[in-house]
Nanobody, 129 residues
Framework: QEQLVESGGGSVQAGGSLRLSCAAP????????MGWFRQAPGKEREGVAA????????NYADSVKGRFTISQDNAKNTVYLQMNSLKPEDTAMYYC??????????????????????WGQGTQVTVSS
């Protein structure tokens, strides 16, 4: 399997912004549920946002709703996570992921790590107070 390529992490002050990028091979990207997860030390990986690249539908965790936006650029087979108004509690390693197949429903299972088979290497986001 091919892994995803992500970038865009960094260190910012509270209230700042970052944009994460995740590029995928076309045959994986097309009509696929793609998501963003984050994991802080000692905590389980949690879903942050997801997008169905076929329908364009999106999902967000309550903790980031209104601050984060997931989007796509189909010409580049890339999904983005625009993170605004960052808070210290957003500090984590962020991972992009693609569902194991095209039958996975974003709306029904985007929070579940187990349905994602392709992963980025992770990019650290650190928000200072």
């Amino acid at each position: 399997q091919e892994q995803l390529v992500e970038s865009g992490g960094g260190s910012v002050q509270a209230g700042g912004s970052l944009r994460l990028s995740c590029a995928a091979p076309g045959y994986i990207y097309s009509s696929r549920c793609m998501g963003w997860f984050r994991q802080a030390p000692g905590k389980e990986r949690e879903g942050v946002a997801a997008m169905d690249t076929g329908s364009g539908s999106t999902n967000y965790a309550d903790s980031v709703k209104g601050r984060f936006t997931i989007s796509q650029d189909n010409a580049k087979n890339t999904v983005y996570l625009q993170m605004n108004s960052l808070k210290p509690e957003d500090t984590a390693m962020y991972y992009c992921a693609a569902a194991r197949n095209t039958w996975v429903s974003c709306s029904g299972s985007w929070r579940s790590v187990d349905v994602f088979a392709y992963w980025g290497q992770g990019t650290q986001v650190t928000v200072s107070s």
